[in-house]
């Protein structure tokens, strides 16, 4: 097992070879760094320090993914081919799943390459059980209860009774516990038979109780909203280098000014123009991170997100990150003399 310890700044790629995995991220421009079954876009939504933490175990063909975070989040994530996903909720996890409720006692259900937007509020935790399609339909065969069990194409939320969706967490949670603990035990072959054996079991007991979450009209509302916020997000990403108005929003959306309001309040807790200028300071950073000796500048990539007041901007990424932009991109080894450079100092 190769364990990180908390970065505000960076995380390294885990070496993906390995059963159990142990991601510990102080950065949230590095949540999707270094996992390849999923693909994970996040932009936290308070300035604080972040504190997330990803436990990813690998169980024969089949993985297990916890995910916790101390700060209110959006993600956007896709689900890679090869697998399905079944996401079981902890106690205090809250929030929206395209804009559907999300809880202790709901039970995502997802194809791979289907996007899913994600708002979370402080405390989420979830297990996440990605298993091959083929697995379960072996599996549903061989029981003959091909006709009870409808896998998933697109995003579902389902509702077992509770007893079944806490155990399913619980049951997630106990194994990455002891993952965690003892890295070494699920390299054996026994262990691995073994955990698989219990992962499908659990999780077909679960699925055997849940039916469709009945949506109520304040779901569909919200469903409604997710779908203005992502309009929103995609217009905002198109076109990074215009100083956009919220007259533009609204158009892109084809909804009125009160509209776009509600829903970013609703889902995000933030105004559109709150969210937005978030948004793009996170590309920035991205940008600085990954940039290599003299490939850019923070002037480049503060103008090229859509960032022409460089004071204001400088004021705003550091309130967002508690650094400067300069300090990202000064801190790659390879960057530490700049003197020659004819960069803007922020």
Same mark, same amino acid.
């Given at each position: 097992m190769r364990q990180e310890l908390p970065l505000a700044t960076r995380?390294?790629?885990?070496?993906?070879?390995?059963?159990?995995?142990?991601?510990?991220?102080?950065?949230?421009?590095? @949540?999707g760094e270094g996992i390849e079954v999923i693909k994970l876009d996040a932009v936290q939504l308070q300035s604080?320090?972040?504190r997330a933490r990803?436990?990813? @175990?690998?169980? #024969?063909?089949?993985?297990?993914?916890?995910?916790? *975070?101390?700060?209110?989040?959006?993600? +956007?994530?896709?689900?890679?081919? #090869? /697998?399905?996903?079944?996401?079981?909720? =902890?106690?205090?996890?809250?929030?929206?799943?395209? =804009?559907?409720?999300? #809880?202790?006692?709901?039970?995502?259900?997802?194809?791979? =390459?289907?996007?899913?937007?994600? @708002?979370?509020?402080?405390?989420?935790?979830?297990?996440? /059980?990605?298993?091959?399609?083929?697995?379960?339909?072996?599996?549903?065969? #061989?029981?003959?209860?091909?006709?009870?069990?409808?896998?998933?194409? =697109?995003?579902?939320?389902?509702?077992?009774?509770?007893?079944?969706?806490?155990?399913?967490?619980?049951?997630?949670?106990?194994?990455?516990?002891?993952?965690?603990?003892?890295?070494?035990? /699920?390299?054996?072959?026994q262990t691995q038979t073994a955990a698989q054996v219990e992962l499908l079991e659990t999780l077909l007991a679960t699925l055997g109780s849940a039916a469709s979450v009945e949506l109520a009209p304040r779901d569909l509302t919200r469903q409604a909203y997710s779908r203005v916020v992502q309009i929103a997000e995609d217009y905002a990403l198109t076109h990074a280098t215009?100083?956009?108005?919220? *007259?533009?929003?609204c158009t892109a959306a084809g909804v009125s000014e009160r509209t776009l309001q509600y829903a970013f309040k609703e889902l995000m807790g933030i105004t559109p123009v709150a969210y937005l200028t978030r948004l793009r300071l996170h590309r920035?950073?991205?940008?600085?991170?990954?940039?290599?000796h003299g490939t850019t500048t923070v002037t480049a990539e503060a103008l090229r997100w859509g960032f022409w007041h460089f004071g204001d901007f400088a004021?705003?990424?550091?309130?967002c990150f508690g650094e400067l932009p300069s300090d990202t991109l000064r +801190?790659?080894?390879?960057?530490?003399?700049?003197?020659?450079? +004819?960069?803007?100092? /922020?």
């Open positions: 995380t390294t790629t885990p070496n993906c070879r390995q059963s159990v995995t142990i991601v510990e991220i102080g950065d949230s421009t590095a @949540v604080m320090q972040l990803r436990i990813v @175990v690998r169980i #024969g063909a089949s993985v297990l993914l916890l995910h916790s *975070t101390n700060l209110p989040i959006r993600t +956007r994530t896709t689900l890679q081919s #090869g /697998f399905m996903a079944y996401v079981a909720f =902890g106690p205090r996890a809250a929030g929206t799943l395209n =804009g559907l409720s999300i #809880g202790p006692d709901r039970v995502l259900a997802a194809g791979s =390459g289907i996007e899913v937007d994600f @708002v979370v509020a402080a405390g989420y935790e979830s297990v996440s /059980f990605l298993v091959p399609p083929d697995d379960i339909r072996a599996h549903l065969r #061989g029981r003959q209860r091909e006709d009870e069990f409808c896998l998933p194409h =697109g995003v579902e939320l389902l509702q077992p009774n509770l007893a079944a969706a806490h155990a399913l967490y619980d049951w997630g949670r106990h194994l990455v516990n002891m993952a965690a603990r003892q890295p070494q035990v /699920f390299d054996l072959p215009k100083r956009l108005c919220v *007259t533009d929003l920035v950073r991205q940008a600085l991170r990954a940039a290599t004021r705003a990424y550091k309130e +801190r790659k080894p390879d960057l530490a003399d700049r003197s020659g450079g +004819r960069d803007v100092e /922020f």
